[in-house]
Antibody
């Protein structure tokens, strides 16, 4: 069974740091382009960033609100995706999901359709 | 990139059809046929319902359909059922390897 499980959420003060993890199983993690998406309480989804597979170049993209503060990394030997969040602000309060696209036949949808999602982990930034 | 625009709410009676819109710009929805729709029940993770504007992943009922005209995409749910009551989010590829989402629409089955 394809599965993503996030962990590491919690309550932190503004300016502090937190690292989230996403453990993957049931598929070849090293081939997957992995994405972080967040959802503030009562709000819509917000794309945070994406890490391409190493074979596809391993490039990382970030949304403007988190660029220069958040760092996405991956350890393919541990089938794990990470989100290092620094200089946290109250507006970063959200449920954080890791997610993944999919391939259907010869066509892959890594950057436009997220078919597999974790259960999410809550991050609260408050003094 | 600004978020896509969705109506905050929509509703319909069982058996009826309801359409939810998702408006972007010529740089995202209008530029690419890579619009997706997600269903999200309270406290749950989103579920992919539509991709590439009008394609359904395996297991999604054909009551769910998607379309696009210009900078606006739409999700239509036909033959509404009680279990369709959920939040629906649209997304679009926006170029430069970036994805953007809409603000979400709460669908109520009356």
């Amino acid at each position: 069974e394809v599965q993503l499980v996030e962990s590491g959420g919690g309550l932190v003060k503004p300016g502090e740091s937190l690292r989230l993890s996403c453990a993957a199983s049931g598929f070849t993690f090293s081939n997957a382009w992995m994405t972080w998406v967040r959802q503030a309480p009562g709000k819509g989804l917000e794309w945070v960033g994406r890490f391409k597979s190493r074979t596809a170049g391993g490039t990382i993209e970030y949304a403007a609100p988190v660029k220069d503060r958040f760092i996405i990394s991956r350890d393919d030997s541990k089938n794990t995706l990470y989100l290092q969040m620094n200089s946290l602000k109250s507006e970063d309060t959200a449920v954080y999901y890791c997610a993944m696209g999919f391939c259907a036949g010869s066509s892959c949808h890594w950057d436009d359709a997220l078919a597999v999602w974790g259960q999410g982990t809550m991050v609260t930034v408050s003094s | 990139q600004s978020a896509l625009t969705q109506p905050p709410s929509a509703s319909g009676s069982p058996g009826q059809s309801v359409t939810i819109s998702c408006t972007g710009t010529s740089r995202d929805v209008g530029a690419y046929n890579y619009v997706s729709w997600y269903q999200q029940h309270p406290g749950k993770a989103p579920k992919l319902m539509i991709y590439e504007v009008n394609k359904r992943p395996s297991g999604v009922p054909d009551r769910f359909s998607g379309s696009k005209s210009g900078n606006t995409a739409s999700l239509t749910v036909s033959g509404l059922q009680a279990e369709d009551e959920a939040d629906y989010h649209c997304s679009s590829y926006a170029g430069s390897n970036i994805m953007i989402f809409g603000g979400g629409t709460q669908l109520t089955v009356l």
